[in-house]
């Protein structure tokens, strides 16, 4: 048992002051809706301690057991957020969407509390606007970027898809058979179709590898491939390109 280990108890244990908790690194996630709510629970199974805020008593209710601290108050009062000691938290997300006010009240009063790492969800580009220009560092828009990496997903050449930024994705694929065969340093990936190739793994193993230069691939290896979308979307698509 770490030293750590009695935060990591479920909330109904942990009835004491929060305040203890953002000194100690807890993520506070406020808005415990279908987002906020499955992103508390993956953080707090992953061992992270995370104070819950919601408005809604019964919402409370459901994550008493799973979260370390959670609290029924309403985030846009500043006063019940010092006292819950978010202004020591680094890390906070905002979860609440489909209440504009409430997102942006929340997102003023939390930037005023200093916080260092904010996040805060959006459901519509002039959302994610408004977030930005007050100064949120990351908006996050998980329809949106759940709508673009299933769009990749369902045209079939790749077979997951993440995006980092507007113009820079991770995904994952399978060798073009014109880059198979020979060492990748011979092929110039990068210089031909503007994408890196960084890593791969041997059809029928389990693991991983970095896409050293002198790596031969074969085309019924998977690999992880880095660049611009449309670039990457391009280079998954070369045989395409080739048997039409
Ligand atoms: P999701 O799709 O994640 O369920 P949503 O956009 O449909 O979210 P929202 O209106 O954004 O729903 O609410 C998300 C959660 O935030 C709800 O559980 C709601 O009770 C909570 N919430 C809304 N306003 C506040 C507030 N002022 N303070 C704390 N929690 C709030």
Redesign the pocket.
């Known amino acids: 048992m770490n030293e750590r280990s009695w935060l990591a108890r479920p909330a109904a244990f942990f009835a004491g002051d929060p305040k203890p908790l953002g000194r100690e690194g807890a993520v506070a996630v406020?808005?415990?809706?279908?987002?906020?709510?499955s992103l508390a629970r993956e953080l707090a199974s992953h061992g992270v301690d995370v104070i819950g805020?919601?408005?809604?008593e019964a919402?409370v209710g459901e994550f008493a057991e799973t979260l370390t601290y959670v609290s029924r108050?309403?985030?846009?009062d500043e006063v019940a957020l010092r006292q819950l000691g978010i202004d020591e938290v680094s890390r906070v997300v905002i979860?609440?969407?489909?209440?504009l006010q409430?997102?942006i009240?929340?997102a003023s009063r939390i930037l005023k509390l200093g916080n260092q790492h904010i996040w805060a969800?959006a459901?519509s580009e002039p959302h994610a606007e408004i977030l930005h220009q007050m100064g949120i560092d990351h908006v996050v828009r998980p329809e949106n970027d759940m709508g673009r990496r299933l769009a990749h997903l369902i045209r079939g050449h790749i077979s997951d898809f993440l995006p980092i930024d507007e113009d820079f994705v991770l995904a994952r694929t399978t060798p073009p058979v014109r880059i198979s065969d020979a060492p990748l340093a011979s092929i110039g990936v990068r210089t031909t179709y503007a994408v890196t190739i960084v890593a791969f793994k041997r059809n029928g193993t389990e693991h991983w590898d970095i896409a050293d230069p002198e790596v031969v691939l074969y085309a019924d290896d998977e690999i992880l491939v880095a660049g611009h979308p449309r670039k990457v979307e391009a280079f998954s698509e070369l045989d395409k390109d080739a048997d039409g």
């Open positions: 406020i808005g415990l809706g279908r987002f906020g709510g805020i919601d408005i809604a919402v108050a309403d985030a846009t979860a609440i969407g489909g209440d409430a997102s009240l929340v969800k459901i």
